[in-house]
């Protein structure tokens, strides 16, 4: 007689159906962003915990509901004790017993007396594991594969005397799986009462039959948390590459404003000695800017306000230049001026374009800037007739260059791919870099 042949084929193809079933609806839900964060937000308020049912009951409860109106055949989409042991696990000592009676129910009301009472047990079990072990990190370390751990974990508790808690979860779920098969023998002369899966062999068929049952249960339990757990991971490595992209523009942000601000203050102390007045202009000018760099940590600013803080930059400038070698001109595009950039990003190419392009001329250097808007793209170009750019340092710019390369590594980080910076440039003649950006309409933590 074949192995798999008849009952015992069926019976072997309902549990490997219950445990795809359990990944099944795991994987389902996990797809919702809203059940992501009550995955990820371990220590749960009252909403989330309301969440939490209202996305695994529903479920489950329509897989009892299948079981009892459909036979036999959908016996493994009765994931009652399993997806109220889960509830607790997640949810606590409410939300399990909670949980356990609403998936219940469609049983309960179909005459199976003892479901709701078994099922609400499960989840406080659940709900009590959860409360038990000092660490609730410990209960996403149930996995498919936890059992492998047992000799090892022995190994600790006997020589070491650390109580394995991760395995926790794992013995109460083969706990719970053996009452109910004692529970369900029990009532063997009132079968409608209660639902189970049970060995339909005897003698040594049904011993590995029961191992079975108990292997599939905690596979059923295992496999939902163990797919929730990779997804935390992933929301934890996501958190952690934001906090990283932060503290990477913060850094660059703090390279660019002191070697701003130490021009600035030069311009500021050489002015005072021979023209007060002024010096009072360029201090007012100088205030302006400060206040703006003041501002905590703004990632994203419009256009317009960049615009005005290379105005009041460029002003002191022209002050430290003279009028006669520092001409500004500007070819503004006033749809552009409500385009949302980098905080900070004109100011280290216009203080490069005066610092190496002009800084040498005798006289007539000249900056312009331009912004268009077109398409959904923001072109912004800062043009200088200064000394250009030898063309075996070109290659380099972005590599060397202090201001520029900076510019250029925050452009890479806000944006990607999604973003141009050109620089052209003629050795004696001038240097224009244009930059190209989607125009950004920012969300407040970009702000």
């Known amino acids: 007689m074949n192995f798999l042949s008849g009952e015992t084929g069926l019976f072997v193809f309902t549990l490997l159906l219950k445990v795809g079933a359990a990944a099944a609806i795991s994987a389902i839900v996990v797809r919702s962003a809203s059940f992501r964060k009550v995955l990820y937000t371990e220590v749960r308020d009252y909403d989330l915990k309301v969440k939490l049912m209202l996305f695994l009951t529903p479920p489950l409860a329509l897989g009892v509901l299948l079981r009892f109106a459909a036979g036999k055949s959908y016996n493994f989409a009765d994931l009652m004790l399993e997806g109220a042991f889960i509830l607790g696990l997640l949810g606590g000592r409410v939300v399990g017993p909670l949980g356990g009676a609403l998936i219940s129910l469609p049983a309960f009301l179909g005459h199976e007396w003892l479901s709701m009472p078994v099922a609400a047990t499960a989840g406080l079990v659940g709900g009590l594991v959860r409360q038990f072990i000092p660490n609730t990190e410990d209960i996403w370390g149930f996995g498919p594969f936890t059992f ?47 639902f189970f899966i049970g060995p339909p062999g005897t003698g040594a068929a049904a011993a590995w039959q029961f191992g079975l049952i108990v292997v599939a249960t905690m596979m059923a339990v295992a496999v939902p948390l163990k797919i929730w757990n990779n997804t935390r991971i992933e929301m934890n490595l996501e958190q952690h590459q934001q906090l990283l992209l932060k503290a990477r523009l913060d850094a660059l942000s703090r390279q660019i404003n002191p070697h701003f601000l130490f021009n600035t203050l030069n311009t500021v102390a050489s002015l005072i000695r021979f023209d007060p007045d002024m010096a009072r202009v360029v201090v007012v000018k100088l205030s302006n800017i400060l206040r703006r760099l003041l501002r905590k940590h703004e990632t994203f600013v419009a256009l317009r306000d960049e615009l005005s803080f290379i105005d009041d930059y460029l002003d002191i400038e022209v002050v430290r230049f003279g009028r006669e070698n520092l001409q500004v001109f500007k070819e503004v595009d006033e749809r552009s001026l409500d385009s949302f950039v980098p905080s900070m990003m004109l100011q280290p190419i216009v203080e490069n374009s005066l610092k190496h392009g002009l800084a040498g001329k005798l006289g007539g250097g000249q900056i312009c800037i331009r912004t268009t808007l077109n398409d959904g793209r923001l072109a912004i170009e800062i043009e200088d007739n200064g000394a250009g750019i030898p063309e075996e340092r070109l290659g380099q710019v972005y590599v060397d260059g202090i201001g520029i390369s900076n510019v250029h590594e925050r452009l890479k980080l806000l944006y ?27 969300t407040p933590s970009l702000l």
């Open 416 to 442: 990607g791919a999604d973003f141009q910076m050109d620089i052209h440039s003629r050795e004696g003649q001038g240097t224009r870099i244009r930059i190209e950006v989607p125009e950004v309409v920012p």
């Open 148 to 194: 492998l751990g047992i000799p090892r974990s022995v190994v600790r508790l006997f020589l070491k005397r650390q109580i394995p808690w991760g395995m926790l979860p794992m013995t109460v779920t083969v706990g719970l799986e053996i009452a109910r098969q004692v529970l369900g023998r029990a009532t063997h002369l009132h079968p409608k009462w209660f």
